[in-house]
């Protein structure tokens, strides 16, 4: 069965930062793309970051472009976001996701960015 | 970018009535499309992908259709179980962008 398990969030001070983590399992992770999506609370879903199999291809959405970066740890089945300059609009349940199509979904992870 | 919309942004209907949702690309993204459903408190469970291929598991009553600009999700007969919020994403390239939503409730 395919796991996806996003850890790390909580709540942090606007200009902080964070790092979620998702653990993958139930699949050869290192062959999929992964993706991150969040979604800000009653509002829809946003996609914000892809990685490529062998981190070689990345890509950001502009609303977070030079203050997050995501990473992979095949070896580790793991896949990150490092969130730095955080303001109040990124609050947002983030999720992790399986390929471009998003076959897969966590549970996701609650980012509260307050004072 | 190309930007996804989506109509309407929600709708009421009745159990056992055809339920349709459009998705329109503002440029052309071949079949690069999937819908999505999520139920309320829960998870994105992706539904169609390619337009119009059902994911597993997927009910029968759940279809897609369209290509380059132009996209349909229709419910051949609503359920209860499907009020949801139901959301189409393209995939063709970056940016990977979700349309709006569309809500769907029981009348």
């Known amino acids: 069965e395919v796991q996806l398990v996003e850890s790390g969030g909580g709540l942090v001070q606007p200009g902080g930062s964070l790092r979620l983590s998702c653990a993958a399992s139930?699949?050869?992770?290192?062959?999929?793309?992964m993706n991150w999506v969040r979604q800000a609370p009653g509002k829809g879903l946003e996609w914000i970051s892809y990685?490529?199999?062998?981190?070689?291809?990345?890509y950001y959405a502009d609303s977070v472009k030079g203050r997050f970066t995501i990473s992979r740890d095949n070896a580790k089945n793991s896949l990150y976001l490092q969130m730095n300059s955080l303001r109040a609009e990124d609050t947002a349940v983030y999720y992790c996701a399986r390929a471009s199509i998003l076959y897969s979904w966590g549970q996701g992870t609650l980012v509260t960015v307050s004072s | 970018d190309i930007q996804m919309t989506q109509s309407p942004s929600s709708l009421s209907a009745s159990v056992g009535d055809r339920v349709t949702i459009t998705c329109r690309a503002s440029?052309?993204?071949?079949?690069?499309l999937a819908w999505y459903q999520q139920k309320p408190g829960k998870v994105p469970k992706l539904l169609i992908y390619?337009?119009?291929t059902l994911q597993s598991g997927v009910p029968s009553r759940f279809s897609g259709s369209g290509s380059e600009t132009d996209f349909t999700l229709t419910i051949s007969s609503l359920q209860p179980e499907d009020v949801a919020t139901y959301y189409c994403?393209?995939?063709?390239?970056?940016?990977?962008?979700f349309g709006q939503g569309t809500k769907v409730e029981i009348k």
């Open positions: 390619a337009a119009s």
């Open positions: 440029q052309g993204i071949s079949d690069y």
């Open positions: 994403q393209k995939y063709s390239s970056a940016p990977w962008t």
């Open positions: 990685i490529s199999t062998s981190s070689n291809t990345i």
């Open positions: 139930g699949f050869t992770f290192s062959s999929y793309s």
